[in-house]
């Protein structure tokens, strides 16, 4: 019984002490420092050990301004933990607060000199100066004790204190000097300098580390000086010197393929085609792997392919790889891409979906009959076959629920349903997508939600929905004149009504597909003059001077819009770009 009676007795007792430090946790952090002190001096009296609470109760008497109070508990502690040295930093912080500077000082010189006894109290020295505000007494602590015992490691202290003094050229040196003594800590070193750059090449911070790599380079080669370069050219998504920082490093050993090939699908996915056959074309060239090999060359024929190649050419191409290496496993994902070749250059779906069915019978994993199930039901969608599409889109995502690939086959019964006209079994599918793991799904499924939501409220029969959505099957059909006459029927039909901006600017998209750039122009405006606070008045603002700038040749007027993004959309996606091409539009570039 008496056992029992103590067991009672003791988990009362920890529950009020958690108690206790819940209370005095929560008077402080609002505000009442009163109540909070009151709390803490018990908590102290009872564990005069324990720093937290002793710093706690400092702060709240600092707060009420009573300061020989502080000083009281100071000197107190330090009689019974004379090892507790920091407190030196915590009395003259008191002296200080009552403007007496030069009893502040004094004990801020204690405080150091206790750092020579012992460097490893730097960190706590630091970190209360660092609390109290004091940088520069911080930044000589951390750097006293490093300097006293060479194996502490305070460096990404002091990079945070200089970060905080906004004095970043410090602050980059003292993370490359951490890299520089461990080349372990490269990656959490890209992600701290990640938060002071942007993908703007011409931003202050991007230059300065920019050049700071360049000197060290210089001053003394080393691989993680190229490794850094390399990874902020990527960020500025400059993907050519990136690979020649790769280059470099492949060359003297230190690299590897697998870096490059990495920039060449970040260049691939960016649009940058050019950078990424450099990429791969390097990769082809000096791999002995074959399945490397493989990778490499169908990436060098999907950017032939989105650059406008001749098919013969690219058919050629195909046929070549396929007599090197046969119809296997191993080609499997390029007889895939021959398929969408097939289908969506040459017009000839039936022949593609043959491969498709042939590729589906070679033993591959779940995961690659997942991708070439999605790419046949693409066909079929393309081919108006719109009920065998769902069963295979269906199987996909019942059979890969969770994984990127079944979410993409859930969007897809979506985006088929939508084509259908079945909005609300689409809406409903969407719903489920908002919370995709792919970012980029989920993107898709709420711009393809609200493009249903925003067109069905004044228009219950979804008349004009329903011919858009055609329009939109077209369109991904790559009948393009059909599209632009379907289009141009809404136009004249639901003058005023939701959907005409994304019938003009679907049609815009579709005549610059067509070459008939005058047209897509007067699209372009046409939205800005409709409603200038519009959803898609900053990508209209924003292709209007790609369009002025790349097809129309007229400089003045690119520059004209680009500055609009500039200056009246500063939140939009497309600022950094535009930035970027008005100053050089505006600077040597054209001179």
């Not at 939009?572 to 091409?581: G, N, T």
Request: proline fraction near 2%.
């Amino acid at each position: 019984m008496r056992k029992l009676l103590l067991i009672i007795f003791c988990c009362f007792s920890l529950q009020f002490y958690a108690q206790e430090q819940q209370l005095a946790l929560q008077y402080f952090r609002n505000g009442n420092y009163e109540k909070a002190a009151s709390f803490y001096k018990i908590l102290h009296k009872k564990h005069p050990y324990n720093t937290s609470y002793t710093n706690y109760l400092i702060d709240c008497y600092q707060q009420l301004e009573k300061f020989e109070e502080v000083k009281t508990i100071i000197n107190n502690q330090l009689k019974k933990f004379p090892n507790q040295e920091y407190l030196y930093v915590k009395l003259g912080y008191n002296y200080q607060l009552q403007h007496l500077q030069e009893k502040a000082t004094l004990n801020y010189q204690k405080a150091l000199k206790a750092i020579e006894k012992k460097p490893t109290t730097g960190y706590s020295i630091g970190k209360t100066f660092q609390n109290s505000n004091l940088l520069n007494y911080a930044l000589l602590s951390y750097k006293k004790a490093m300097k006293l015992n060479p194996s502490l490691n305070y460096y990404f202290q002091i990079a945070t204190i200089y970060g905080e003094k906004a004095e970043i050229e410090n602050m980059f040196n003292t993370y490359l000097d951490l890299v520089a003594n461990n080349n372990n800590y490269l990656p959490i070193t890209k992600n701290y300098i990640g938060k002071f750059i942007t993908n703007d090449a011409e931003n202050k911070y991007n230059i300065l580390l920019k050049n700071i790599l360049l000197k060290h380079l210089q001053n003394n080669p080393k691989s993680s000086w190229n490794k850094l370069l390399s990874w902020l050219f990527i960020q500025q998504k400059e993907y050519t010197k990136a690979l020649i920082q790769e280059k470099a490093l492949y060359k003297r050993n230190l690299g590897n393929l697998q870096n490059i090939i990495e920039i060449g699908e970040i260049a691939f996915q960016n649009n940058s085609y050019e950078a990424s056959r450099k990429c791969f074309n390097y990769v082809v060239e000096n791999t002995n792997d074959i399945e490397t090999e493989l990778i490499s060359k169908l990436y060098l024929l999907e950017i032939d392919i989105k650059t406008n190649t001749t098919i013969e050419i690219i058919e050629t191409k195909f046929k070549q790889l396929f007599n090197q290496y046969g119809k296997n496993t191993e080609t499997a994902s390029i007889q895939v891409k021959y398929a969408e070749f097939l289908a969506f250059k040459k017009n000839e779906p039936q022949k593609a979906i043959s491969i498709l069915n042939e590729v589906l019978k070679l033993p591959l994993n779940k995961f690659q009959k997942g991708k070439i199930k999605t790419t046949l039901a693409d066909i079929l969608v393309f081919s108006n076959k719109f009920n065998s599409a769902l069963i295979y889109y269906t199987q996909v995502q019942n059979n890969l629920k969770n994984h990127v690939i079944g979410q993409t086959a859930r969007f897809k019964i979506a985006q088929t349903s939508y084509f259908k006209g079945d909005f609300d079994w689409a809406q409903s599918q969407l719903k489920v997508l908002k919370n995709s793991t792919s970012q980029l799904i989920a993107n898709d499924a709420l711009d393809l939600n609200l493009l249903i939501t925003d067109n069905t409220v004044k228009d219950s029969l979804k008349i004009a929905l329903k011919k858009y959505a055609i329009a939109d099957l077209l369109s991904y059909q790559h009948k393009n004149q059909q599209a632009i006459d379907t289009l141009q029927v809404i136009l004249e039909n639901y003058k005023g009504h939701p959907i005409e901006d994304e019938a003009l600017f679907k049609q815009a998209k579709l005549y610059e597909n067509l070459n008939n750039f005058d047209k897509a122009e007067n699209n372009y405006l046409q939205i800005i003059n409709l409603n200038k606070d519009d959803i898609l008045v900053d990508d209209t603002v924003y292709f209007l001077a790609e369009l002025y700038l790349n097809k129309l040749n007229d400089i003045e007027k690119a520059k004209e819009y680009y500055q609009k993004i500039i200056f009246e959309f500063p939140s939009s996606i497309y600022l950094v770009d535009a930035r970027k091409k008005y100053r050089k539009l505006r600077g040597d570039l054209i001179n």
